[in-house]
Structures are given as structure tokens and as C-alpha cells.
């Protein structure tokens, strides 16, 4: 694989990832997807969303299937994927929401 | 020999080594979990917090080298958190041969190969964004 080639798969895989947010309502965007960060947090529910999504955060990182990271955006706690490695497949990238919401039904 | 020197055949053998405990852990890395189960900060401190060797350690200083790896993030398929560099084997090789090298880049009388490998891939990154015309 050309180096442009596997770019240009991430942003596509990125926006994969932004898709499947967006058709999933217990998941809500918080930003554009221009490149390859994908930020969004779980809503259902409601109440402290920044403290619900810290501990999603860290739930999903300590089961050790996918690793994402975090963001603030507008004083909104969000949950950042980062799709810039060329070894990602759009089956990692798909697990990060069922990961998500298999952390935050272990929370609720 | 001074105390801290590798001996030439110690680090043939050391180096023979690694390279066997890298390429085992790269064949295995797709499949690692993504964090190491049940990691704590005192479990690291216990095991990475220790006192300065005063006295040059040779060979054992890779001792820990299996239990550094298990106490690390693996560079995995499904790491999605920030943006890092490719994590490419190769780029490991390159690492190793460049500290192999250990130039100060800072000119070119100083490292002729150096300097000019440097500015290449410079010019390189400016072409693959659009900057032919950097020299």
C-alpha cells in the first residue's frame, strides 16, 4: 500500500465511524469530522454527561479491546477515536461504539 | 574493560536476542488486548520505581524487558487514542541503527550522511504536501 493510499483509508474509516455514531441515538456527535478525530459521547439516560462519559472512558480502556481517548469541547466531556493507523480495520473501528455501549451498560 | 562497557560479544549476543523477543512480540501484537489487564500505578512503581545501579549492570539491565513490555500499551490495530507515528518494524530497525550511528546532526562536517539524509526526507514530506519547489 502507497503512504497516500493508507491515509486516505483512515479518513475514510473515520468517517465510517462518524456514520455509525450518527445512526446510533444513544450516541451523539460533538464535531466535525475533517480529518481523522472522531469525537462524540453516550447521552441516554441524561444527568452528568461529563462524569457518565469519564467513566465510559475509562471502562472501555480497561476491558482492553480498543483504546480511544478523550477531548472538551464547548465544556462537553467527549470520547476521541483517532483512525491514523494504517493497520485498523473497519472491524476495530466498528467495535469502538460496541465497546462504548457495552461499558456504559455495565455503568447504568 | 571498563564497568559499564558491553563486551563486543555480549552485545552480538544481546542483540541476537531482542531481535528473537521483537519479532515474537510483533507476530503476536494483532491479537494482544489493547491495555494490560489490571495494570496499576503501584504495581508499575513496585516494579519500575527502583534505586540507581551504581554499578554497571551488563546484560541484566534487559532482565525486565518482558515484564516493561506487559506493563505497556501495545501499539495494537485497535489503538485509536492519539495520533502516533506508523509503528512500522522497519522504523524499529532504523532506530537501532541510527543509535548504532549516534551522529550530532547539527552539520554536515559532523555527520555528512547524516545531514544530507535529512534534508532529502525534508524535501521529501514538502513534495507529498504539495511543496515541490523546497530544496
Not at chain 1, 32 to 40: E, G, H, K, Q, T
Not at chain 2, 83 to 105: K, R, T, Y
Not at chain 2, 109 to 129: G, Q
Request: glycine share 8%; charged share 25%; proline share 4%.
Amino acid at each position: 500500500m502507497q503512504w497516500d493510499a493508507g491515509s486516505l483509508d483512515d479518513l475514510r474509516l473515520a468517517h465510517l465511524l462518524a456514520d455509525s455514531i450518527d445512526s446510533e441515538p444513544r450516541l451523539e456527535r460533538l464535531a466535525p469530522v475533517a480529518l481523522s478525530a472522531v469525537c462524540f459521547r453516550y447521552v441516554e439516560g441524561g444527568g452528568d454527561l461529563n462524569a457518565l462519559n469519564r467513566a465510559i472512558l475509562n471502562k472501555v480502556v480497561r476491558r482492553g479491546h480498543v483504546y480511544i481517548s478523550n477531548a472538551m469541547i464547548h465544556d462537553k466531556f467527549a470520547l476521541r477515536a483517532c483512525i491514523v493507523n494504517h493497520h485498523s480495520t473497519e472491524d476495530d473501528v466498528r467495535s469502538v461504539i460496541g465497546e462504548v455501549l457495552s461499558s456504559a451498560d455495565e455503568l447504568r | 574493560m571498563r564497568r559499564l562497557a558491553l563486551s563486543s560479544a555480549i552485545f552480538r549476543t544481546l542483540a541476537n536476542e531482542l531481535s528473537d523477543f521483537a519479532g515474537d512480540y510483533l507476530e503476536r501484537l494483532p491479537q494482544l488486548p489493547s491495555y494490560p489487564s489490571e495494570i496499576s500505578g503501584q504495581q508499575t512503581e513496585h516494579l519500575f520505581g527502583g534505586d540507581i545501579p551504581l554499578e554497571g549492570m551488563g546484560a541484566a539491565a534487559f532482565d525486565s524487558l518482558r515484564s516493561v513490555f506487559e506493563h505497556s500499551r501495545p501499539a495494537s490495530p485497535r489503538f485509536v487514542g492519539y495520533v502516533f507515528g506508523s509503528g512500522e518494524p522497519v522504523g524499529a530497525l532504523g532506530d537501532f541503527a541510527e543509535s548504532v550511528l549516534h551522529q550530532n546532526a547539527t552539520a554536515w562536517r559532523s555527520a555528512p550522511a547524516a545531514v544530507t539524509i535529512e534534508r532529502t526526507v525534508i524535501r521529501w514530506l514538502a513534495s507529498a504536501v504539495g511543496c515541490r519547489e523546497f530544496r
